[in-house]
């Protein structure tokens, strides 16, 4: 079999894909977790009286609490899959990624199963974004800002 031949083959076989649609939808829903964030943020500064940048820690808890809970329940892949790359900002992609993995593991107990796998796949997310904050810091200290 030769690279035409498969490559038609393929082609018969995988299905059509709608980029544009799948492009869109995701940048739709993105801009609806933006909007959301932002209306979350402004309920509770305005409702509790507390500062933008409490409110702002508040809104990431209640997007993580939203996607483990949706997580745990089986349904943020199948929104993932419908809605795209949009609904997998980062705070939500992450807490997503350890609740995952918390329930993979959770049949071989608290501490061989959940304790020692709980973060790995979000385990990496840390040790680079440690790294790189590192890194950074260096290199704001030898410039001089």
């Known amino acids: 079999m ?48 507390i500062s933008m940048t409490e409110a702002s820690s508040l809104m990431m808890v209640t997007f993580i609490l939203i996607s483990s809970l949706l997580t745990g329940l089986c349904v943020f892949d199948k929104l993932v899959t419908k809605f ?15 609740t995952s993995s918390a329930l993979e593991y959770k049949k071989e107990g608290l501490v061989n199963g ?16 440690i790294i790189s904050a590192y890194v950074v810091a260096i290199i704001k200290i030898i410039i001089g800002g």
């Open 2 to 49: 030769n690279i035409e031949e498969y490559k038609s083959i393929t082609k018969k076989i995988l299905p059509k894909t709608m980029t544009f649609k799948k492009l869109f939808l995701s940048f739709f829903v993105g801009g609806l977790m933006g909007v959301l964030a932002q209306l979350l943020i402004e309920f509770y500064s305005s409702f509790e009286e």
């Open 84 to 98: 795209g790359a949009g609904l997998i900002v980062p705070i939500t992609g992450f807490s997503h990624s350890t």
């Open 114 to 129: 959940i304790g020692s796998n709980i973060f790995k796949l979000s385990g990496t997310v840390i040790l680079y974004g």
